[in-house]
C-alpha cells in the first residue's frame, strides 16, 4: 500500500486531495482493509519519501548549492529543494523550481529558511498550486 501510496503523490502536478482518498478508499475496500481517515493521507505527505537525487548527476550549479556535501551519495528531494532556494543561484533555484509537487511540499515546511529564500519557495508553490 505504501508503494501505491507514493506512486499516487510522486507526480510533478499536485493530485486533489479528495480524489486521492476516493481511490485511496476504493483501493483498501478491495483489499479488505479499512480506509485511512482524511488526517491520516495529510500525515502520510510528511512522510512519503520525495525522491533521492544522486549528487553526481546534478548539475554543477545545483552541486554548489549543496555544499557542505561531496559528490559521492544521494540527497532526498525535499532536502535537495530546501538547499537550492537558501544556498542556490538563480540556475539551482530554477532546477529546483521544476522538483516534483512533494519535495516543494514538504521543503516548505523545513525550519531555517533565510526570508528572501522562503519568499522563493512560497512563490513557485503558489505558482504551481501546492
Request: proline residues 7%.
Amino acid at each position: 500500500m505504501q508503494a501505491w501510496v507514493q506512486a499516487e503523490l510522486s507526480g510533478y502536478d499536485r493530485p486533489p486531495i479528495a480524489e486521492v482518498i476516493v481511490r485511496m478508499t476504493r483501493r483498501c475496500r478491495e483489499a479488505g482493509l479499512r480506509p485511512p481517515s482524511r488526517a491520516t493521507v495529510y500525515k502520510l505527505l510528511a512522510t512519503t519519501e520525495t525522491g533521492s537525487y544522486r549528487v553526481a548527476e546534478l548539475p554543477p550549479a545545483v552541486q554548489d548549492a549543496l555544499y557542505n556535501l561531496g559528490t559521492t551519495g544521494e540527497v532526498p528531494g525535499h532536502q535537495l529543494a530546501f538547499y537550492c532556494f537558501n544556498y542556490g543561484s538563480l540556475t539551482a533555484v530554477s532546477f529546483a523550481s521544476g522538483l516534483p509537487w512533494l519535495a516543494l511540499h514538504r521543503a516548505l515546511r523545513l525550519p531555517g529558511y533565510r526570508t528572501k529564500s522562503r519568499g522563493l519557495i512560497e512563490a513557485v508553490a503558489r505558482v504551481r498550486g501546492i
